[in-house]
Every structure is written in C-alpha cells, then in structure tokens.
C-alpha cells in the first residue's frame, strides 16, 4: 500500500528545522533566478524583514561572484598537471616564507651586534633614548 500525500497536512508535519531548510532551499532559487512570481515574492519579503537571512543572502551573493571570477583550468589540463602546478606553487610561497624569515632572523642579529658594540664603547643610541 502505497502512502498518499496531503498537503493540507503538510504543514503540520515539518519541523522548524525543516521549514528553515525549505526557506534556504528557496533562498538558493532565488538566488539563481529559478523562483516563481510568487516564491519570489515571498523570498523578498522575508529578505525584507529578516536581517539575518539578508546577510546570508549578501554573502552567498559575494560567494557567487567570486566563484565565478575564480580562474579555471585550461580544457587540456590533466590532474597530474594541475596536481604539479599546485605543489610546485606551494613550494614557492613556502620558499619565499623560509627567505623572508631569514632575512628578519639575519637583521635582527645585525641589530643586537650593533647595540652591543654600541654598548661597549658607551654611546648606545637605544639606552639614552630608552632609559
């Protein structure tokens, strides 16, 4: 036997959880122009008076463009390829990081050296204007 719906009775079976999870269903249709006058109405409306959800909706939207700007790869482009070009720019931030590091490390040594020949013939720049 096969079970009938009634959606009169709809209604009384969702749950809140539920019935938030149809308003963002129809937030997402909204958001991809594939509401009926009438849900679109209404997904209007509750942007109007709900703040949250018109948050949601702005950053979904930002999410959108940038997902659509973001750059994709070439058709020809295998995942050994794109794997490859991935890593290869991983090591080179990674690389970058480790020089600039370095540096800072290699100056701030400078600089203590400094202070300390400063300091041992009396005319420490940092002491008088520290201390």
Same mark, same amino acid.
């Given at each position: 036997?096969?079970?009938?719906? =009634? ?9 809140? $959880?539920?019935? /938030? ?12 122009? /594939?509401? +009926? ?5 209404? &997904?209007?409306?509750?942007?109007? /008076? ?10 979904? #939207? ?8 973001? *750059? ?8 050994? &390829?794109?794997? =490859?070009? &991935?890593? @290869? @720019?991983? =090591?080179?931030? +990674?690389?970058? +990081? ?13 600089? #203590?050296?400094? $202070? ?8 420490? *720049?940092?002491?008088?204007? &520290?201390?």
């Amino acid at each position: 036997m096969q079970s009938e719906s =009634h959606p009169e009775h709809d209604d009384i079976l969702q749950t809140p $959880e539920s019935i /938030e999870r149809s308003r963002y269903e129809l937030l997402s249709a909204y958001l991809d122009q /594939e509401t +009926t006058a009438a849900e679109r109405h209404q &997904v209007e409306q509750w942007l109007a /008076e709900d703040p949250e959800l018109g948050a949601t909706y702005r950053q979904w #939207l930002r999410l959108r463009s940038q997902w659509q700007t973001m *750059p994709t790869p070439s058709p020809g482009a295998t995942p050994t &390829v794109l794997t =490859h070009q &991935v890593f @290869k @720019k991983l =090591h080179r931030r +990674t690389q970058r +990081t480790l020089i600039w590091s370095g540096t800072r490390s290699r100056l701030c040594l400078w600089l #203590l050296f400094l $202070e300390l020949c400063w300091r041992a013939h009396g005319d420490s *720049p940092l002491s008088s204007a &520290v201390f």
